[in-house]
């Protein structure tokens, strides 16, 4: 150890940092140091699994606020936001019209947080189709959906349907007279197709009217068939940007 | 994508590299600059929302009651434009045909307009912005004529103008129903034997034994196929013989605008504008909800 190389010795701050990120524990859960370094930071984004949606570098326009508004990453963010909501929701409700009405009311009167959680759950559920909706005509305006971006504009309109399926599905759960009605004009719309439309509303609302029956269709829906899909074409939708070389930009 | 030929003649990868490092001057790292805006935004928004949920009660009806029917009896807000549809025109069309079309032609929208023009930044072709406000001042406009033609508000405003009565000889133009209603139509008209025409039977359903009714044809769905698919290639016709849509892009502006204007325009009367009966007066859910 010669003088010259280490004139003062290491630091307070040098033995804490190795204290915290070059431990054992640390090393085993991220692989990288503390991201300091360009070098640590670029790990820190390709060796995390939940950072590696992104690339390690995005060219500069993209970061601008006003490039992306931040709305398919709010889209992305309400839907994460609606799944912790809705598993604390799920706690408490039973799908049955015996239930459910009486399930709101409880949970609005005797949960702790119950009326929070069920409302921070609504906003989102709001928030999201505005989103998604504000989304899309940001991509359409930058004109981002133009090739090699073709289909991931169609997974993205697959998207949209499916956001506003979750919605109206779970318009219907509370079992109020809102619900009730909100769902029966929506699946009668279904109902007026020629030919296959009745035959359509019968399966989806299983029966001649909302009942039981599309209460449980549409939980079951709402709760789990739904949101898998959403999650499979939200995954194809992110390995698609990264794919198509990262957001838009002029040629 | 091929290499030009003054590429080949130097060694590839110096020009590989000199494009690289061109490219990578203008990047940033992900960590930092991006995760920060978003851990920034995520929590902006998480506050925002729960300050929202305690001001803010979801909204809860009475126990849902299949005997009473609430007046009116709307659908969640964003299907309210197709419920505003439905007052205009043949519930098959407004319910299923509209929002399925009008689906596959947002997906094909890159399939139609594949020009490179304008990529990967807000409206920065030369017209972007004229079509754009053009698209949608006549959306919305003429989404609310129309939705005024047919609830006779042209009749109220005449005769609040004039002081006369509307005259009888036009009652057929009261509304779009009144092509179907105020016209003495001759007997047969209402009732031509179509026979198996479907031919539902091949599917293995029952067959169906049309009887065409061609004023309710005309009025239901042959005038609003006709507007809807009219009217839109009207707009680009006009806009293109002025110069104000010239490319490709420029017509895709101009259309998406007038899609979207269209779109907003019959939400927001779906939602505030349709009270009592679904008729055009103002209305909010929040002030009687128990009706
Ligand atoms: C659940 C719904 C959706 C989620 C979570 C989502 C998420 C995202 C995210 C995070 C991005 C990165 C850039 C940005 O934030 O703007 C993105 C880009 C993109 N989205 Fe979506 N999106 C959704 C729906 C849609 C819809 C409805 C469309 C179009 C119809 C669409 C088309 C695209 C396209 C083409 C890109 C690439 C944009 C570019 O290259 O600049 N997405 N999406």
Same mark, same amino acid.
Do not use: A, K
């Given at each position: 150890m010669a003088a010259t190389e280490r004139p003062q010795g290491r630091s307070m701050g040098d033995r804490l940092y190795d204290a915290i990120f070059q431990n054992r524990l640390w090393r085993s859960i991220f692989r990288s140091g503390y991201p300091n370094t360009p070098r640590n930071q670029m790990l820190a984004v390709a060796t995390n699994v939940f950072l590696h949606l992104h690339p390690t570098r995005i060219h500069r326009t993209h970061v601008k606020i006003t490039h992306t508004f931040c709305l398919g990453g709010l889209s992305f963010f309400m839907f994460l936001g609606l799944t912790i909501t809705g598993v604390l929701l799920m706690f408490y409700y039973v799908p049955s019209v015996d239930r459910a009405y009486a399930d709101i009311l409880a949970l609005e009167t @005797?949960? !702790?947080f119950g009326q929070l959680m069920r409302n921070m759950h609504r906003w989102m559920a709001h928030g999201m189709v505005l989103t998604v909706l504000m989304h899309m005509m940001r991509v359409f305006y930058t004109g981002a959906y133009k090739p090699p971006r073709e289909f991931n504009w169609v997974v993205g309109v697959v998207l949209l349907v499916l956001t506003l399926l979750l919605s109206f599905t779970g318009y *219907? *759960?509370?079992? @109020?007279q809102l619900a009730l009605w909100a769902i029966t004009v929506g699946t009668n719309m279904v109902g007026s197709a020629p030919i296959l439309g009745e035959p359509n509303r019968f399966i989806l609302v299983g029966g001649f009217q909302v009942g039981q029956a599309a209460l449980t269709r549409f939980y079951a829906l709402h709760v789990i068939g739904l949101p898998l899909m959403a999650a499979v074409f939200m995954m194809v939708h992110f390995w698609r940007i990264r794919r198509d070389g990262g957001l838009a930009r002029p040629l | 994508m091929a290499a030009a030929p003054q590429a080949q003649a130097q060694p590839v990868s110096q020009a590989v590299k000199g494009r690289q490092r061109r490219a990578r001057e203008e990047e940033l790292l992900v960590w930092p600059d991006l995760v920060f805006i978003e851990f920034i935004a995520a929590v902006l928004f998480t506050i925002l929302i729960v300050v929202l949920s305690v001001m803010v009660d979801s909204i809860l009806l009475d126990r849902a009651n299949p005997a009473v029917t609430p007046n009116p009896s709307k659908a969640p807000w964003y299907f309210l434009n197709l419920q505003e549809l439905l007052l205009h025109m043949h519930p098959a069309l407004a319910g299923v045909v509209v929002p399925t079309i009008a689906l596959i032609a947002l997906g094909a929208i890159p399939y139609f307009d594949n020009t490179p023009e304008g990529q990967g930044e807000w409206l920065s072709t030369p017209r972007a912005w004229k079509n754009t406000y053009l698209g949608a001042a006549v959306g919305a406009v003429g989404t609310t004529l129309l939705v005024f033609y047919d609830e006779s508000k042209h009749i109220w405003a005449f005769e609040k103008l004039t002081g006369a009565q509307w005259p009888e000889a036009l009652?057929?133009? !009261?509304? *779009?129903r009144g092509i179907q209603n105020e016209i003495a139509w001759p007997a047969w008209t209402l009732d031509v034997p179509l026979g198996n025409l479907l031919r539902a039977d091949l599917l293995g359903l029952p067959a169906i034994e049309l009887d065409w009714n061609i004023p309710a044809f005309l009025v239901e769905q042959f005038i609003p196929v006709n507007a809807m698919v009219g009217l839109p290639l009207l707009l680009s016709l006009v806009a293109h013989k002025l110069k104000i849509a010239q490319t490709k892009r420029d017509h895709m502006i101009l259309q998406f605008s007038g899609f979207i204007a269209v779109f907003v325009t019959l939400t927001i009367i779906g939602t505030y504008f349709r009270g009592e009966g679904l008729n055009l007066v103002p209305y909010t859910i929040f002030a009687d909800p128990l009706h």
């Open positions: @005797d949960v !702790r *219907l *759960l509370p079992w @109020d | 009652n057929f133009m !009261r509304g *779009l």
